[in-house]
Nanobody, 124 residues
Framework: EVQLVESGGGLVQAGGSLRLSCAAS????????IGWFRQAPGKEREGVSS????????YYRDSVKGRFTISSDNAKNTVYLQMNSLKPEDTAVYYC?????????????????WGQGTQVTVSS
């Protein structure tokens, strides 16, 4: 059974940093992407960043480029999202998800498995 568990969310002031973790287990896929998504109250879920298992390629939505960094530790089966210079508009529940085969897509419909989410709140 595929399981994704997010952690690392919390409350931070604007300009601060958080590092989210996505621990993956239960799958042996060779060709996949891990994506980070977020959903704020009353808004649609949106893709934030993704990373490919094939070559470590990454992709970001424009609003987080230069502030967020996605990375992976294959030995720990964990993907991270380092978030710096956080803004109040980054406030949302953040989810990680698996897309097979790897496409680096930021469309939620392309993803097959999802974690339960972790809350990120940025105060002004």
């Amino acid at each position: 059974e595929v399981q994704l568990v997010e952690s690392g969310g919390g409350l931070v002031q604007a300009g601060g940093s958080l590092r989210l973790s996505c621990a993956a287990s239960g799958f042996t896929f060779d060709d996949y992407s891990i994506g980070w998504f977020r959903q704020a109250p009353g808004k649609e879920r949106e893709g934030v960043s993704s990373i490919s298992s094939i070559d470590g390629s990454t992709y970001y939505r424009d609003s987080v480029k230069g502030r967020f960094t996605i990375s992976s530790d294959n030995a720990k089966n964990t993907v991270y999202l380092q978030m710096n210079s956080l803004k109040p508009e980054d406030t949302a529940v953040y989810y990680c998800a698996v897309d097979r085969p790897s496409s680096l897509s930021l469309w939620a419909d392309d993803y097959d498995y999802w974690g339960q989410g972790t809350q990120v709140t940025v105060s002004s």
